[in-house]
C-alpha cells in the first residue's frame, strides 16, 4: 500500500509555492494526485481544516521559514484532462493565505474508503431493546455514527469514543440542527439506564453494537460532517461502552 497526505507544492517558472484550495474540484485532485505518482484521490481540503497533530501537511515553521507562499489559484482541470498541462490556473492575488491553501490525500491502493455519511444522538427506554425502540434526533443522547464504504457499499452505525473537543462538541450539535455552541457533554457511563437518556446497556448487547470510529475530530465550531476528520475503528477495537460520547445540544 502507497498513500501520502500533504500541502501541495507547485513549482513555477521562477519559485515554488502553495495553490489555493478554493475552486478546487474532484477532478483537478484527482490530475494532482496522478501528477504526484499515485493513481487515487482520497480526499482534499484547505489546510486550514487538517489538524497539525496529524504531521502531515507542510509545518508553520517551515512555511515561516523558507518564506513559502500562495502563489497560483482557481487552478481548473477539464473533466477530460489527463496531466496537469491540460489545466489552466492564475497567479495569485496579495490577499491569499497560507492557511486556505490546498492540502491533498492521494492513493495507490483502491481498498475500502470509509466516508461520514451521519450523526444523530439516540436514546432508548431501558428494557426495550428492539430495533424499533431506538429514538434518534432529539437534542440529548448518545452519539451514532454513520459511515459507507464507497467501493463496497458496506454501511455501519455505531458509538464514537467521548471528546475533549469543544470544536467537534459544538459540531456535533450544528450537524443536528442546533446552534448551542456550548453543549453539555458526558461519558455515557456517567448517566444511569434508568434514566432513559442514552442507549442503554441492554440495547448495546442486544443489538451488538459496536464502536465505528475510534477517533473523530472537527476542525472548528459549526462545521459540517463531511470537513470531520477520523478513523475506522478497526476490528475488535473498544474504548468501554461508559466511555462512548453523549451530548446534550
Excluded at 115 to 144: F, K, P, Q, S
Amino acid at each position: 500500500t502507497r498513500s501520502s497526505n500533504g500541502t501541495v507544492v507547485l513549482y513555477g517558472r521562477r519559485r515554488m509555492g502553495l495553490l489555493g484550495a478554493e475552486g478546487v474540484d474532484d477532478t483537478t485532485a484527482e490530475v494532482l494526485c496522478r501528477e504526484a505518482g499515485f493513481r487515487y484521490l482520497v480526499s482534499y481540503n484547505a489546510t486550514k481544516y487538517i489538524s497539525s497533530r496529524a504531521r502531515d501537511k507542510l509545518s508553520c515553521d517551515t512555511i515561516q521559514t523558507q518564506n513559502v507562499s500562495v502563489i497560483f489559484q482557481d487552478l481548473h482541470c477539464p473533466t477530460n484532462s489527463t496531466a496537469l498541462g491540460n489545466c489552466s490556473a492564475t497567479p495569485a492575488r496579495g490577499d491569499w493565505d497560507v492557511d486556505n491553501a490546498l492540502w491533498l490525500s492521494c492513493t495507490n491502493d483502491r481498498g475500502p474508503e470509509w466516508v461520514l455519511t451521519n450523526l444523530t444522538l439516540a436514546h432508548n427506554v431501558a428494557g426495550h431493546h428492539e430495533m424499533r425502540d431506538l429514538e434518534t434526533g432529539n437534542d440529548y443522547g448518545t452519539v451514532l455514527v454513520s459511515i459507507k464504504n464507497t467501493f463496497t457499499g458496506e454501511e455501519r452505525t455505531g458509538l464514537t469514543p467521548y471528546t475533549t473537543s469543544g470544536y467537534t462538541r459544538s459540531s456535533m450539535c450544528y450537524i443536528m440542527g442546533n446552534s448551542n455552541k456550548y453543549p453539555q457533554p458526558q461519558r455515557t457511563g456517567e448517566i444511569d439506564d434508568i434514566y432513559n437518556l442514552k442507549v442503554s446497556c441492554g440495547y448495546i448487547v442486544a443489538n451488538e453494537m459496536r464502536y465505528v470510529l475510534s477517533y473523530l475530530w472537527c476542525p472548528g465550531f459549526y462545521q459540517k460532517l463531511s470537513t470531520c476528520q477520523f478513523r475506522v475503528a478497526h476490528e475488535g477495537y473498544s474504548a468501554g461502552n461508559d466511555n462512548a460520547m453523549w451530548l446534550a445540544c
